[in-house]
């Protein structure tokens, strides 16, 4: 009997021991992956921080810091408080997205505004030792600082000053981070929702605003339609003027230059008339073609007219006599 209790007990030793040596074996190597690291205490003190790849620590005398950090998440629409106690640092950029919280304007106006933080730990000593809870003491210093900013603009101005609110967000938080070893890369408000009679007056005022703006364009346009249209017109005046100005001057030149020729014309015939024909025989010939061109004007008319015959008809008988003359002696 007493054997079997030594065996027993040789057996429980054994098993104590292997189940030692399996559990330091576990907690000797530790594999860390990329953008990933491990703070190490030796004896309570901070001895080293593992970064990517395998590592070997002494058992039972170092081992890594675990850190008990609060995360908001949402579910069903809303946000639960999740606690999450973990040893491995991640040094990516994280994404925190705040719960709808109310702040209130310059000019006393209550909003709803849901922000986002987009944040880097950099230095994860600082991580774990400057700040108990780090994800809560962001969520926290955010709210203050978002209801300051605001709390500092009137209603309006926060409205359409997102990007202004999101850089002095920046700035503030990075700078109050900074000690906690956390970079703030971002802050963007994702929504600001003003109250229900709030938005209906802006409404209105954006429509009166855009009918306003309409009834002004269509004025305008009728105004520079009218403009365009007299312009056209006087153009099309100043045009039609200045053509028939150039119709009259070349037709007048025309009728200048027809004449000259003419004129020419007779001076030449009438030269050759007197080179031609001797002494004053030159005179009655040109009398007789004259009377001789007038005579059908004379004649032309209705049969039920009267027709004068002039009364030196018998003198131009007497030049075509002479023409005939003159035509004999050329001859």
Request: glycine share 4%; aromatic share 8%.
């Given at each position: 009997?007493?054997?079997?209790?030594?065996?027993?007990?040789?057996?429980?030793?054994?098993?104590?021991?292997?189940?030692?040596?399996?559990?330091?074996?576990?907690?000797?190597?530790?594999?860390?992956?990329?953008?990933?690291?491990?703070?190490?205490e030796r004896?309570g003190r901070?001895?080293?921080?593992?970064?990517?790849g395998?590592?070997?620590?002494?058992?039972?005398?170092?081992?890594?810091r675990?850190v008990?950090?609060?995360?908001?998440?949402?579910?069903?629409?809303?946000?639960?408080?999740?606690?999450?106690?973990?040893?491995?640092?991640?040094l990516?950029e994280?994404?925190?997205?705040?719960?709808?919280?109310?702040?209130?304007?310059?000019?006393?106006?209550?909003?709803?505004?849901?922000?986002?933080?987009?944040?880097?730990?950099?230095?994860?000593?600082?991580?774990?030792y400057?700040?108990?809870?780090?994800?809560?003491?962001?969520e926290?210093?955010?709210?203050?600082?978002?209801?300051?900013?605001?709390?500092?603009?009137?209603?309006?101005?926060?409205?359409?000053?997102?990007?202004?609110?999101?850089?002095?967000?920046?700035?503030i938080?990075?700078?109050?981070?900074?000690?906690?070893?956390?970079?703030?890369?971002?802050?963007?408000?994702?929504?600001?929702r003003?109250?229900?009679?709030?938005?209906?007056?802006?409404?209105?005022?954006?429509?009166?605003?855009?009918?306003?703006?309409?009834v002004?364009?269509?004025?305008?346009?009728?105004?520079?339609?009218a403009?365009?249209?007299?312009?056209?017109l006087?153009?099309?005046q100043?045009?039609?003027?200045?053509?028939q100005?150039?119709?009259?001057?070349?037709?007048?030149?025309?009728?200048?230059?027809?004449?000259?020729?003419?004129?020419?014309?007779?001076?030449?015939?009438?030269?050759?008339?007197?080179?031609?024909?001797?002494?004053?025989?030159?005179?009655?010939?040109?009398?007789?073609t004259?009377y001789?061109?007038?005579?059908?004007?004379l004649?032309?008319?209705?049969?039920?007219?009267?027709?004068?015959?002039?009364?030196?008809?018998?003198?131009?008988?007497?030049?075509v006599?002479?023409?005939?003359?003159?035509?004999?002696?050329?001859?």
């Open positions: 009997m007493r054997n079997i209790m030594i065996q027993y007990i040789i057996y429980i030793t054994a098993g104590v021991v292997v189940f030692f040596i399996l559990y330091a074996l576990s907690h000797c190597f530790y594999l860390v992956r990329q953008a990933e690291v491990i703070v190490i004896l901070v001895h080293r921080v593992l970064q990517a395998l590592h070997f620590v002494i058992p039972f005398i170092e081992y890594p675990y008990h950090w609060t995360y908001l998440e949402e579910y069903n629409h809303k946000y639960v408080s999740i606690e999450k106690s973990l040893y491995r640092i991640d990516r994280a994404v925190y997205d705040f719960p709808k919280q109310n702040v209130i304007t310059k000019d006393n106006v209550t909003m709803e505004i849901n922000a986002l933080l987009y944040y880097r730990i950099f230095d994860p000593k600082a991580a774990i400057a700040v108990e809870d780090l994800p809560e003491a962001i926290k210093l955010t709210q203050t600082t978002l209801r300051n900013v605001i709390g500092a603009m009137d209603l309006d101005e926060s409205l359409v000053s997102r990007d202004s609110i999101n850089e002095k967000l920046r700035l938080l990075d700078e109050a981070t900074d000690r906690w070893g956390v970079k703030v890369n971002r802050v963007e408000l994702q929504e600001v003003p109250p229900e009679d709030i938005r209906q007056a802006m409404e209105k005022q954006m429509r009166a605003e855009r009918d306003r703006r309409a002004i364009l269509e004025a305008e346009g009728r105004k520079r339609a403009i365009l249209t007299s312009e056209g006087l153009e099309s100043v045009l039609e003027a200045r053509g100005a150039e119709s009259r001057k070349l037709r007048a030149e025309g009728e200048a230059s027809a004449q000259l020729t003419m004129a020419k014309a007779e001076a030449a015939a009438i030269t050759l008339i007197k080179d031609t024909v001797p002494g004053e025989q030159a005179v009655s010939y040109m009398i007789a004259q001789i061109r007038a005579l059908p004007e004649t032309k008319g209705k049969n039920d007219k009267l027709v004068v015959v002039p009364y030196e008809a018998s003198a131009l008988m007497g030049s006599s002479g023409i005939k003359k003159i035509f004999n002696e050329v001859k």
